[in-house]
């Protein structure tokens, strides 16, 4: 026999009982990003390798160890899975010109692809909702995403003991980076023996993201590095100035992270995070900020926008944590049918079935035969509420046996016209007293 296969490591299957409170999630999330007039975008999981190399940077992490890459067999062209939504994102409103009247509030959501040491909250298929907010120049929206994902926190039931903590940090201007990336290049040169194989590699190809470091025995020298809120210059320090006093006025926690730098080369100006304790390593559950100049790095004419991501995983985690675990789905009617000699009372089965779900219950009918007793361990099993019995008395009078599973009350006979008016008394309660007449 040859042996099962299984799915790729770091590639998981969400089964029944979970996809069902994905979907949940998935629904008031919908519900939430309406609410603040975000509009839905759908992108490939496809896209052409240089997209990101362009976007993310061709030394960071993701671009250079990370990404599923590939040459299309049929016409050579590079092609990448994508490792994050943005840069598919901005990609799109240049491709179709989105932009065209005005700004623009954008959200998807789905799965992205990184190779990495698959462990808790960090897949190499993940998922995420991200939005992305293009147009506006201001820090009234950096602050309102903020303000968004702490309504979010709120919605889920997620925070209540402040357990997601904001911080923030600003990146400023391209060429203040650029002063502060000199200053930061000399000083570590100047400690060269502290810096570990990693650090070494990155000295010279992207030294912010040394600052970001895990590595404990580099955590002194990070800390005495030179900040780069030291070399922001006035416009950068009033854009951040006015990103605090709003989330101030929305009575937003935060703190202040000069470390914060994000993974990605096109952040500039704000930059944040929502991190928890309570996934290990994996505490990040949402990070974002402002992308000024990616349209432009894109092709596009320049347009300011700002935007960020969750990742669905964590916050399942977050919510399996706490306990809020929903129950399995259960029909709210099972039906099962049973004749002898002729399908009438499977005919009269797949009638009643269909009626009930024409007035909007759930319903499962008994498939694969079967005596009655065994039909009915089924219908126990299902968590069923009801159960509307067809047998052959019943199929000749066009009619149906409902019965009750989880209460103690007498089963009736109802004609099928009365069927749906029927369980819907059963269900969410009547004027009238359930009993026989």
């Excluded at 100049?293 to 700002?306: D, F, M, R, S, Y």
């Amino acid at each position: 026999m040859s042996q099962t296969l299984q799915a790729i490591r770091g590639m998981n299957d969400i089964l029944p009982a979970d996809a069902e409170r994905w979907e949940a999630f998935e629904e008031l999330v919908r519900d939430w990003l309406t609410a603040y007039g975000y509009r839905p975008i759908r992108m490939p999981l496809v896209e052409p390798t240089p997209l990101f190399a362009r976007a993310i940077g061709a030394v960071t992490d993701i671009v250079e160890k990370e990404m599923y890459s590939f040459t299309d067999s049929l016409n050579g062209e590079q092609l990448t899975l994508r490792p994050e939504g943005t840069a598919s994102c901005v990609r799109a409103v240049l491709q179709h010109n989105l932009l065209y009247d005005g700004p623009k509030r954008l959200w998807y959501m789905g799965p992205m692809f990184r190779h990495e040491r698959p462990q808790k909250g960090r897949y190499r298929q993940f998922h995420q909702f991200g939005i992305e907010a293009l147009g506006l120049p201001g820090p009234d929206i950096d602050a309102e995403q903020i303000i968004m994902c702490a309504r979010l926190w709120d919605d889920l039931g997620l925070n209540a003991d402040g357990s997601i903590k904001l911080e923030i940090n600003s990146l400023g201007q391209p060429e203040e980076r650029a002063q502060h990336r000199s200053a930061l290049i000399t000083y570590l040169e100047s400690h060269a023996d502290q810096l570990d194989e990693e650090a070494r590699r990155r000295l010279h190809t992207n030294p912010l993201r040394i600052l970001d470091t895990k590595n404990p025995a580099m955590q002194a020298l990070v800390e005495g590095a030179p900040k780069l809120m030291d070399y922001l210059g006035e416009l950068s320090l009033k854009h951040f100035a006015g990103v605090q006093q709003l989330l101030k006025d929305a009575v937003i926690p935060y703190r202040i992270n000069p470390r914060l730098v994000r993974g990605l080369d096109y952040y500039n100006l704000t930059v944040f995070e929502w991190v928890t304790e309570h996934l290990g390593a994996q505490g990040t559950v949402c990070a974002g900020g402002r992308y000024d100049g990616l349209v432009e790095q894109l092709g596009g004419k320049p347009a300011p926008a700002c935007g960020f991501a969750m990742g669905i995983e964590r916050l399942m985690a977050l919510l399996e944590a706490q306990g809020d675990v929903p129950d399995e789905f259960a029909p709210d009617v099972y039906v099962v049918h049973q004749g002898h000699g002729n399908d009438g009372a499977q005919r009269l089965a797949f009638r009643a079935a269909e009626l009930l779900r024409n007035n909007g219950f759930s319903v499962l009918t008994h498939m694969g035969g079967g005596s009655f007793k065994s039909q009915f361990k089924r219908a126990d099993a299902s968590g069923a509420q009801l159960a509307v019995i067809i047998g052959d008395d019943e199929a000749i009078a066009n009619a149906v046996t409902l019965k009750p599973l989880r209460a103690a009350a007498e089963q009736q006979r109802v004609a099928l016209d009365e069927l749906a008016d029927r369980v819907g008394d059963w269900l969410y309660g009547a004027d009238e007293d359930n009993s026989e007449e």
